[in-house]
């Protein structure tokens, strides 16, 4: 995996259509493509002809008003859903088709807008059991809960949960909450993660510690993060480049201080503080 603490990619990609850059700087071939990607549904076209780029240790938010499609591109990524037009490629190949254990099976993987946690069981269990899951083959679902104890240990250190993990989800806090979802998704070790929304409900209290674990992951660890998020001062601090969703479409892809300058962006959100 490439370090990612490289310089930004700059904005000066390859224009696609509408003007807007749709590749990172030059180098290895990106770790996600999509070519213009859309989804009707219901006679409702939800997300228009999307086409961008992402290269390996990016860090690229999404944000737009409610209902401008961000969760809906996050399902068409990720598989949930599949594209009802364009094409999805991971790493150059074409997943258009493939279902979303596929696409994790390459390294994609993905948290909700709403919280996936099972309220009664602890946090400890919950990363046993992605670990178990994430081991592959269903029988394997029986070996000895103890044989995951390392991977447990490891990631509930990594999510700075270790003094919670006898804890039922229901008993955390809602950053807790957050950090436990991260550690689920980290037993499989995903390079491409979609963070969809990670502080909803957070305090603020606790908003910088998770913003600091996610920045650990993609900086530290090197994964490419794209995330779907409100909080116009977290994603300033984190984002390599700022996508801006409008009514389905990619209203515009730079780096945050462009797509804050440009005047498209100001005029959809009609005089909204970004
Ligand atoms: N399965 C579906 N069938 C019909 N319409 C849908 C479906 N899923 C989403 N939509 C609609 O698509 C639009 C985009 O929803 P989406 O959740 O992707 O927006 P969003 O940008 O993530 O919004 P928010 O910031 O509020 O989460 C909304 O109008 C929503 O009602």
């Known amino acids: 995996m490439t370090s990612p603490n490289t310089a930004p ?19 290895p071939g990106p770790v996600l493509a999509l070519r213009d990607v859309g989804w009707t549904v219901g006679g409702a076209t939800i ?34 859903n599949p594209a009802t037009r364009g094409t999805v490629e991971l790493d150059g190949a074409d997943v258009t088709a493939e279902a979303a254990y596929a696409r994790a099976r390459r390294g994609l993987g993905r948290t909700f807008q709403t919280s996936s946690l099972w309220p009664g069981m602890t ?3 919950h990363v046993r059991l992605a670990a178990q899951a994430a081991c592959g083959g269903s029988y394997r679902v029986w070996r000895r809960a103890d044989a995951y104890a390392d991977q447990v240990t490891r990631v509930l250190a990594r999510t700075e949960l270790t003094h919670r993990a006898d804890t039922p989800a229901d008993s955390l806090s809602h950053g807790e909450k957050r ?11 995903p390079r491409l993660m979609l963070l969809d929304e990670p502080m909803a409900g957070v305090s603020a209290e606790e908003v910088p510690a998770l913003t600091e674990l996610i920045r650990s992951l993609h900086r530290e660890e090197g994964r490419t993060v794209l995330m779907v998020e409100h909080h116009m001062d977290v994603l300033l601090g984190l984002a390599d480049r700022l996508a801006v969703m409008h009514h389905g479409t990619l209203l515009a892809l730079d780096t945050p201080g462009a797509v804050m300058a440009d005047p498209t962006v100001q005029q959809a959100y009609l005089g909204e503080a970004l």
């Open 123 to 125: 946090v400890a269990d």
């Open 9 to 27: 990619p700059s904005a000066d990609g390859a224009p696609a259509a509408g003007g807007v850059p749709a590749s990172p700087a030059p180098g």
């Open 47 to 80: 997300v228009d002809s999307v086409t961008f780029d992402v290269r390996e240790g990016e860090f690229l938010a999404f944000i737009g008003p409610n209902g401008a499609g961000k969760s809906s591109l996050f399902n068409l990524i990720s598989g949930i």
């Open 179 to 189: 950090k436990l979802e991260l550690a689920v998704l980290l037993v499989g070790e």
